[in-house]
């Protein structure tokens, strides 16, 4: 098991929501921007959202109004609260954190997100 290890997916109905979870161990975890990227098969996996270590977010498209990307540091957490879920949201989704001053990244093991129509 890596560092990264994410929880919370699952099956949700379109129009409901989930909140992913991504513990971190092992890392420094206020030196890591932490992102949620998602990959369907045979598809490149792509950002979804991203957060630095002082708060500063980024959202995909497809992201922005829906859902929320958060961290407490204290915790070693970064959330997703997906919100307004559509079926189109359905993919695996992985947890990444990228040193901020060192080439230096992780992946969680991805957790599969299903959102029936």
């Known amino acids: 098991q890596g560092p990264l290890v994410e929880s919370g997916g699952g099956l949700a109905q379109s129009g409901g929501s989930l909140r992913l979870s991504c513990a971190a161990s092992s890392l420094e975890f206020s030196y890591y921007t932490m992102g949620w990227f998602r990959q369907g098969s045979g598809e490149r996996r792509e950002l979804v959202a991203d957060?630095?270590?002082?708060?500063?977010?980024n959202y995909a498209d497809s992201a922005k109004g829906r859902f929320t990307i958060s961290r407490d540091n204290a915790k070693n957490t970064v959330y997703l609260q997906m919100n307004s879920l559509k079926s189109e949201d359905t993919d695996v989704y992985y947890c990444?954190?990228?040193?901020?001053?060192?080439?230096?990244?992780?992946w969680g093991q991805g957790i599969q997100v299903i959102v029936s129509p």
């Open positions: 957060i630095t270590y002082d708060g500063r977010t």
């Open positions: 990444n954190a990228i040193h901020q001053l060192e080439s230096r990244y992780f």
